[in-house]
C-alpha cells in the first residue's frame, strides 16, 4: 500500500459492478495478491491490469462488488496495487472484505463526478474524496465506530490474534 | 420499544445481548464453511492467526467441500483440492470429496444447518439455509479464517424486508418464479445490507426444497440472510434426512409487533412464470415476453434447483422425447444423494436416451471454468442463479434464467417456452415422502 493522500489516476466502472468482473472466476486458483492482480478486471477492461499502476484507485457507481463472496476481487486489486475503491455504494461482502484486508474503501455519493482519468486522492481522516482534475473535494460518509475500531487495530487478523492471546 | 424480528431474535441470542437493527454485534456461530475455490485463503488466515498451532474452535461444525473445480479441471485446481484435504486431515475438520456435491446440499442433507442454528460460509450462497430456519450468510475468507479459530464473527444487525405471497400458487409457477419476481420488483440491490424474510400462505405451504430456492436467491438483491419462519415440515425434512431428532427453539419465531424496511404483498393466483433476461437477474419478465428465444444450452442444476426434485419436474416433461435438434443439455446433481435418487427412479434413463449429458455433482458451468461453458454468442437457459456477463464462459454469451419447468418445456422445442403448455407435476420433499436418500 502507497500513500492514499497522493494523488493517482482514477479508473472509473458503472454500476453492478460484480465481484465476477472483477477477477474472474477461472483465476481463483491461486490466493496470490500479484497473480490475480494480473488479471483485475481482466474481462471487463482487458487493458486494466496491465495499464494501473501502484498508487492509482478505482472508482465505481452503486452496488460496486456485488455477487459471489469471493475475497479474490478486493485482493485482486490490493495486488495491482491501487490505493483504494470509491463507489456510490458497495454490496456487503464485499465491503467487510476489503475493510478486514486493509483495502481502503470509501461510499461516496459524488462518485459519479470522477472522470475515467481523473486524478484523485483520499483524505482518509477528513473522509473526502479530492478531485485534482477539476478542483473539486467530495464528502464519504464515516465508517460506523465498529468498524472503524476494527480498522484502527490494524484489521479483523490482528484483532483476533489479540483476542486469542487474551489482550482483548 | 417494537418487538423483535427473526433476524434480531437470532443475533441477540447468539451475541447475548439485546441486538436491534442497526447495532454492530459478536456473535457465536454454529457452522462454519468454504470450499476449494475459498479455502486456501482461508486456511491462511486461520494459519496466520493461529500462528499454525489451531486449533480449530468447532471442528466438527467446520465443513469443507470440493465442489468448484470438481473434479479437477486443472493443475492448480487439483493442487487446491489437495491442500483441503491435507487441512481438514490436519485439523480434524469434516471434509466432503469430490463428487459429494455442491456445499449447501451436503450440508443441508447432513443437518449441518437445523433451526436456530448461525451458519457462515466463505460462499454468498450461504444464505440458503435460511430455508430450514437457520440464520445463514456469507463471508469472505478473512472473516471465516478467523471465526475458524475463535467460532465468532461480527455482524451488523439487519433491517428486515418482508415478502408475503398469500394463496396457491397456479400450474406452472414455482418458488424460483416467485423470486426472481421478488429480485425483479426490488432490484439487484434491492435488499443490500437486509434480510430477506418470507411468508403467507403460499410459502408456507411450501414443501423445504422450495423454500431453499427463495433463500439461495436472497443474496442477488444483496440480501444478508433469506428466512423462512421453521415449522413441523422442515422438522420431517431433517429428520427423514438424517435420522435424527430435531427441535425449534422457543425463541426463534418473530414477534407480532416486529418492524419490517418495507412488506411486499402478492397473491399467488396472479403470479406467471419469470424468466431472467441477461445479463443480471433483475432483468426478470412473465415467461411470455421471451417465448421464442432461440437457446443453444440448457443447464439443469446448481444450488439453486439442482435437487432431485427440480431434475424430476424436467425428466416428466422430456420422457420419451428428444431434444429438440441443435439444443445441448448439461444436467449436473446438486450432491451424489440426488444422483443416487435419479439412478434409482430410472429418470437417468430419461436424459440420456432424451440425448442430455449427465454430469457428477458439483457446481458445474455455474461457476464458469468447466462442464459446458459457453462460447462466443451461446445462448443459455438455466436453473442457475446468475447470469453476469461473462459468468457461465464468454463474455459474449448470454444467460437466462428460470425454473426447471420452464427449462423442460424449453427443450422439446429449442426455444424459451411457456412451461404452461405442457403437463407439470408439484412435488413434495422427495425424503419426507419415500425417495432414498
Known sequence: ?168 | MTGKTLSEKFLSEKSGTDAQAGEYVEAEVDTMLTHDVTGPLTFDVFEDVTAGDGPLAKPDRTVITIDHHAPADGVKAANNHNHVREFADEYGAVQYEVGDGICHQVLLEDGFAAPGDLVIGADSHSTTFGGVGAFGTGVGSTDLGTAFATSELWFRVPETLRFEVHGELPDGVYSKDLILKFIGDVGFDGCTYMTAEYGGSAIESMPVHERVVLSNMAIEMGGKAGLVEPDERVLEFLEAQTGKAYTIPDWLEADDDAEYADVHTYRAEELEPQVSKPSNPENAVPVSEVVGTDIDQLFVGTCTNGRYEDIRIVADIIEGEELAPGVRMVVVPASRTVYKQMLETGIMDTFVDAGAIVQSAGCGPCFGTHQGVLGDGDVSLATANRNFPGREGSMDSSVYLSSPATVGASALYGEITDPRTVELERYGDAVVEGVSS
Open chain 1, 1 to 168: 500500500m502507497n500513500d492514499p493522500a497522493q494523488p493517482g489516476t482514477a479508473w472509473v466502472f458503472g454500476d453492478d459492478i460484480d465481484t465476477d468482473q472483477i477477477i474472474p472466476s477461472r483465476f481463483l486458483v491461486s490466493s496470490d495478491p500479484a497473480e490475480l492482480g494480473e488479471h483485475a478486471f481482466n474481462d471487463l477492461r482487458p487493458e486494466f491490469p496491465s495499464g494501473v499502476e501502484d498508487g492509482d484507485f478505482v472508482v465505481g457507481g452503486h452496488n460496486f462488488g456485488s455477487g459471489s463472496s469471493r475475497e479474490h476481487a478486493p485482493l485482486s486489486l490490493v495486488g495491482t496495487g491501487v490505493d483504494g475503491v470509491v463507489a456510490q455504494s458497495f454490496a456487503r461482502i464485499f465491503f467487510r472484505n476489503a475493510i478486514n484486508l486493509g483495502l481502503p474503501v470509501l461510499i461516496c455519493p459524488e462518485a459519479g463526478q470522477i472522470a475515467d482519468g481523473d486524478e484523485i486522492s483520499l483524505d482518509l481522516d477528513a473522509g473526502t474524496v479530492i478531485n485534482h482534475s477539476i478542483n473539486e473535494s467530495y464528502d464519504a460518509e464515516s465508517l460506523p465506530e465498529f468498524l472503524q475500531t476494527l480498522v484502527d487495530e490494524g484489521g479483523l487478523k490482528s484483532y483476533t490474534k489479540r483476542k486469542i492471546s487474551g489482550e482483548l
